[in-house]
């Protein structure tokens, strides 16, 4: 299994400021993502966070907007920049533990901007 | 490309009856397959997953599902719904190819009348 910490919790952001939201992993794990749900949506994957490199973006999403880092096996961040109403929503850190198939979630990060 | 329908997007039954759940997956090799459930203002918890072999999995809270290969579906029952059912449902489609991503559906919101 794996337990994932994931701050902050929530946060409330001006319109046109950045929000970096951290991921910390107790266990070495494989593969790390970032997700978005969108309030009443499911669950929009971002990007894969890769060590010492880009994160690969899915359709929609670019490092601009959402640059990631991976310094190692066990810790990623995901800023929100340049925010906006539109981008309130659940950010949430997942991973796949080595060895395992099961996909583990951090608690999210309630973001809301004004 | 790695995609999950879920065509129903809400459910209503009463309580005690039967509950079927319907889930499509696209996945170009042998898929992971999850269900999960979120309550309103919680996290995600997995409800079951299928990896391999018996494709009839059963999971928590009296819930099962099947997988069926040939019809790409894996469509989550309950014999019986009791009120606290009452929840959004994902489906979920990962695998140790295109990324080891996890895609999820769009979600099953289910009501439960009394």
């Known amino acids: 299994s794996a337990v994932i910490s994931q701050k902050p919790s929530r946060d409330i952001c001006q319109r046109g400021t950045s929000l970096t939201i951290q991921c910390q992993v107790d266990?070495?794990?494989?593969?790390m993502f970032w997700y978005r749900q969108q309030p009443g949506q499911s669950l929009t994957l971002i990007a894969t966070?890769?060590?010492?490199?880009?994160?690969?973006?899915e359709s929609g999403f670019v490092i601009d907007k959402f640059p990631i880092s991976r310094p190692n096996l066990t810790f990623s961040t995901l800023t929100v920049s340049n925010m906006s109403p539109e981008d309130s929503s659940i950010y949430l850190c997942?991973?796949?533990?080595?060895?395992?198939?099961?996909?583990?979630f951090g608690s999210g990060t309630q973001l809301s901007v004004l | 490309a790695q995609s999950v329908t879920q065509p129903d997007i809400h459910i209503t039954v009463s309580e005690g009856a039967s509950l079927e759940l319907r889930c499509n997956y696209s996945?170009?090799?042998?898929?992971?397959l999850f269900w999960y459930v979120q309550s309103p203002g919680q996290g995600l918890q997995l409800l079951l997953k299928?990896?391999?072999?018996?494709?009839l999995v059963q999971g928590i809270k009296g819930f099962e599902a099947e997988f069926k290969r040939s019809q790409s579906s894996f469509n989550l029952r309950k014999p019986s719904v009791h009120w606290s059912d009452a929840a959004e449902y994902f489906c979920?489609?990962?695998?140790?190819?295109?990324?080891?991503?996890?895609?999820f559906g769009a979600g099953t919101r289910l009501f439960v009348k009394a």
């Open positions: 997942s991973v796949r533990v080595i060895a395992s198939e099961k996909l583990f």
């Open positions: 266990s070495q794990v494989t593969m």
């Open positions: 966070a890769n060590q010492g490199s880009e994160a690969t973006y």
């Open positions: 996945y170009g090799a042998t898929p992971y």
């Open positions: 299928y990896f391999s072999g018996d494709t």
């Open positions: 979920a489609v990962g695998g140790n190819t295109g990324g080891f991503k996890t895609i």
